[in-house]
């Protein structure tokens, strides 16, 4: 199948700094990929839907100016937490849309702010 | 309001057994996929149903799709150690649409 990689895998940071998380399609060009949440033991969260070239689209109650995310190219898409805080700390996670009813994750990243 | 309503979310059985995982809802889905979760990894793809009544067979799992495109469901035939790990339905409620709508997901251990 496709492959999707997510870096860092892992990552740990002081409350107040900010984090950038990758999201590559390493086999196939994407126009949109996806990020999620999940916290433990729970399902995924849609949090935003990233479009290579344009702003992308946030479902509601996901705050824009926290989570920024870049998708400047098909292959790329990035998710900053900005200033992040202890709350923030999950395992996020990517997908890209490689045609109709078809979306390959990425490993995720776990993220854990002190 | 969960619009995938996935049953059950835990479910401990022993090795051989056989089970079922259900998804429904009161949405009609242009499709349906169902994965599979192992922990600290993201979730991998097993099967997508669009066609209403289909049933696809992944060496012993079945993936059936219910006739009106509202529920499906996930049988495992004799279930394996191997077999254990968080199952996942998601659909796509708009035909062509990308934003998947995933159930509550469910946590199966099968012990040996």
């Known amino acids: 199948g496709a492959v999707v990689s997510q870096h860092p895998s892992r990552v740990i940071c002081k409350s107040g700094t900010s984090v950038k998380i990758e999201c590559r399609s390493l086999?196939?060009?994407?126009?949109?990929m996806f990020w999620y949440r999940q916290f433990p033991k729970k399902s995924l969260m849609l949090m935003a839907t990233s479009n290579e070239g344009s702003k992308a689209t946030y479902e509601q109650g996901v705050e824009k100016d926290k989570f920024l995310i870049n998708h400047a190219s098909l292959t790329l898409s990035t998710l900053t937490v900005t200033s992040a805080h202890p709350e923030d700390s999950s395992f996020y996670i990517c997908?890209?849309?490689?045609?109709?009813?078809?979306?390959?994750f990425g490993p995720g990243t776990r993220l854990t702010v002190l | 309001t969960q619009l995938l309503e996935q049953s059950p979310q835990f479910l401990s059985i022993q090795e051989g057994e056989n089970l079922t995982v259900y998804c429904n809802s009161s949405s009609v889905f242009s499709s349906l996929q169902w994965y599979r979760q192992e922990p600290g990894e993201g979730p991998v793809l097993l099967v997508t149903?669009?066609?209403?009544?289909e049933v696809k067979k992944l060496k012993r799992l079945t993936f059936q799709f219910g006739d009106a495109r509202k529920d499906s469901s996930l049988h495992i035939t004799a279930a394996q150690p191997g077999d254990t790990g968080l199952y996942l339905c998601a659909g796509s409620i708009i035909q062509g649409a990308q934003k998947l709508v995933f159930g509550q997901g469910t946590r199966l251990t099968i012990n040996p």
């Open positions: 997908s890209a849309d490689r045609g109709p009813d078809t979306q390959y």
């Open positions: 149903v669009v066609t209403g009544g």
């Open positions: 086999d196939f060009q994407a126009t949109t």
